[in-house]
């Protein structure tokens, strides 16, 4: 088993910025790819960013160049900084961690208004 805790989120102003962090535990594999996913009112969840545990990045095109995904392996943790933020990026935030098994966090609200 896997948990995943995650935080961060809240609201912002477009062209803020805002950072969510996720950290795994239980039996974690040596390799693994953890990610971010996001899904808004009336649509499908959709893959954000992903990094592998060797550090190997990807990044939905909408997000390039304003989100950055980092990882922490001493200490199981991914993180997402997002800059720019812009009102469609507003959704709710889910961690989702692959390794032997598939688990997802329990999500965390982002809005992005005025």
């Known amino acids: 088993q896997v948990q995943l805790v995650e935080s961060g989120g809240g609201l912002v102003q477009p062209g803020g910025s805002l950072s969510l962090s996720c950290a795994a535990s239980g039996s974690i594999s040596s390799f693994n790819v953890m990610g971010w996913y996001r899904q808004a009112p009336g649509k499908s969840r959709e893959l954000v960013a992903s990094i592998t545990s060797n550090s190997n990045t990807n990044y939905a095109d909408a997000v390039k160049g304003r989100f950055t995904i980092s990882r922490d392996n001493a200490k199981n943790t991914v993180y997402l900084q997002m800059n720019s933020l812009k009102p469609e990026d507003t959704a709710v935030y889910y961690c989702?961690?692959?390794?032997?098994?598939?688990?997802w966090g329990q999500g965390t609200q982002v809005t992005v208004s005025s």
């Open positions: 989702r961690y692959a390794g032997a098994r598939l688990y």
